[in-house]
């Protein structure tokens, strides 16, 4: 069980760039969270999928963020025409409902972007 | 909807000692779940130890315990022995189980441990 990765770990860009993030949860966790935390603030929710499924997304995503799931394992959060409002760090979860750790949600390390 | 609530922006305590951490949190669901997560400098975040709302016994993992008081909706985390790698930032959250199983997470405490 190699954990939650993320890449890249760090995305510095210019106001106005696409950006996209991947991440790859634990290999059969058929749930996947986004979050997004700012300096000094708890994280706060994006979107989740259950397998392929993209179930629910928060007022926080607007038009100009896209998750995908495509095969029910990796996803990719992109950020089209950054604004420098969007700079924070993008968690990734994920979690097997029903193992005996319900509900339990493992983390990645983050992204870490910076929009200049 | 949930909301979680951690009034203690910054906490320390004497390497050894023990130190709790509070968490209050408001829902309407019946059925939900309580974390705390762990986040030291620049590292992710770790679960650090849950607790079922429909379970009456507190929750413990090794040194972290909670009081958990239902009625209060108070979910505090005792630790003991504190070692200087418990030094991170801790955050409370919440999730309705059945639900959208999105985690609410509270503002954070800075925990330091002095040597």
């Known amino acids: 069980d190699t954990g939650v990765s993320q890449d890249p770990r760090h995305k510095i860009t210019k106001r106005g760039q696409n950006v996209t993030f991947r991440c790859d949860p634990i290999?059969?966790?058929?749930?996947l969270y986004w979050y997004r935390q700012t300096l000094g603030q708890g994280p706060e929710f994006l979107t989740y999928?259950?397998?392929?499924?993209?179930?629910?997304k928060s007022r926080l995503l607007s038009d100009r963020f896209s998750a995908e799931r495509p095969k029910g394992s990796f996803s990719t959060l992109e950020i089209q025409r950054t604004e420098q409002g969007d700079s924070a760090m993008y968690l990734c979860?994920?979690?097997?409902?029903?193992?005996?750790?319900?509900?339990?949600?493992?983390f990645g390390p983050g992204t870490r972007l910076t929009v200049l | 909807a949930q909301t979680v609530t951690q009034s203690q922006p910054e906490m320390s305590v004497q390497e050894a000692e023990t130190v709790t951490l509070s968490c209050t949190y408001d829902?309407?669901?019946?059925?939900?779940?309580l974390f705390w997560y762990k986040q030291p400098p620049s590292r992710q975040m770790i679960l650090v130890i849950r607790?079922?709302?429909?379970?009456?016994q507190n929750a413990t993992e090794n040194r972290f315990s909670v009081n958990f008081q239902k009625a209060a909706k108070s979910f505090s985390l005792k630790i003991s022995d504190s070692q200087l790698g418990d030094a991170a930032m801790y955050f409370c959250?919440?999730?309705?189980?059945?639900?959208?199983?999105?985690?609410?997470f509270g503002t954070g405490t800075r925990l330091t441990i002095i040597p």
């Open positions: 959250a919440c999730v309705p189980n059945f639900g959208n199983e999105k985690l609410t």
């Open positions: 979860a994920s979690s097997l409902p029903g193992t005996g750790t319900t509900d339990t949600q493992y």
């Open positions: 829902t309407s669901e019946s059925d939900y779940y």
């Open positions: 999928f259950q397998n392929e499924a993209q179930l629910e």
């Open positions: 290999s059969e966790h058929n749930r």
């Open positions: 607790q079922e709302a429909y379970k009456q």
